[in-house]
């Protein structure tokens, strides 16, 4: 398979990416405490390192890549999608000398790094020429998305993420801006 310039250029920088994902996971699995992080993170590991290599597959124009992508399934965790630990949101503060990092920079640091590579996946599928290359791009930015959901659930179960619903009065007005369009518009005239 033959790469177009920008999709070498977009290529190069999310196997950049892949990169310092992969680095800054395995320090996190050394550092982490907790047992849920470091299984989580353990877990997510093969996919990040597959991801990884598939693009080493397309740089090396090996092309159509042998290697499968499995995309991770979403799964909800939490009790309840609206209200977090009953515990108050833990206060943090940024340490400007640290020497090792705690289970909440490293569930904080991974979910900050999956939303970013989730955003540069996206952006770069919708640049891809190459209909194989698109779809295993949007595959990655899915993995990301599901990685990014348990961290982020993770985070909320330890109350170090804030979780909480949206006021009702503000439900109301953003609701009552919009009405419905009838889906069934035949005959319509487009202008």
Sequence with gaps: MRLAGHELHELHELTLSCVN???TMGLFINHAHDPELKAMLMGHFPLHVRDYNKKVEYLQLIGGSQLAFPVPELEGRLESFL??????ATPVTPRTNAQTLNDREIATGYLLNLKRAGREYAWAAMEMSHPELRTFLEDAFRMCSHH???????MVKRAYYPLQPAPQVAVSAMGGIYAPVPENLTGTTVM
Excluded: E, K, N
Aim: charged share 5%.
């Design 21 to 23: 994902s992969i680095t």
């Design 83 to 88: 209200h977090g630990s009953t515990a108050a």
């Design 148 to 154: 990014a959901y348990d961290a982020w659930q993770y």
